[in-house]
Nanobody, 120 residues
């Protein structure tokens, strides 16, 4: 079993910053991809940013230059630094981690979601 614990969401004014953190724990042998997705009310879930074990990063055009994803393989954490936040960034943000468990089965784990609201 792999568990993800997210933190860092909240209410922020436009132009402000927030950092989301996600820590993976449990029967983890290795982690490949770590990512953040978001789902706004009435919309489909979309990829915000993704970082794989090689360090390669993929991010949505809408957040490039404003959001930065990073990971710590020693702590099994992934962070999302969000700057210059806009009202359209408001959504529930979900952490997603993929890898192999200690019994060498592949896993694809999701966090419970953390709300980010950008409003004045």
């Amino acid at each position: 079993q792999v568990h993800l614990e997210e933190s860092g969401g909240g209410l922020v004014q436009p132009g402000g910053s927030l950092t989301l953190s996600c820590t993976a724990s449990g029967s983890i042998f290795s982690i490949n991809a770590m990512a953040w997705y978001r789902q706004a009310l009435g919309k489909e879930r979309e990829l915000v940013a993704r970082i794989v074990s090689s360090g390669s990063i993929q991010s949505a055009d809408s957040v490039k230059g404003r959001f930065t994803i990073s990971r710590s393989d020693t702590k099994n954490t992934v962070n999302l630094q969000m700057n210059v936040l806009k009202p359209e960034d408001s959504a529930v943000y979900y952490c997603n981690v993929g890898g192999a468990s200690t019994d060498f089965r592949l896993f694809d784990a999701w966090g419970q979601g953390t709300q980010v609201t950008v409003s004045s």
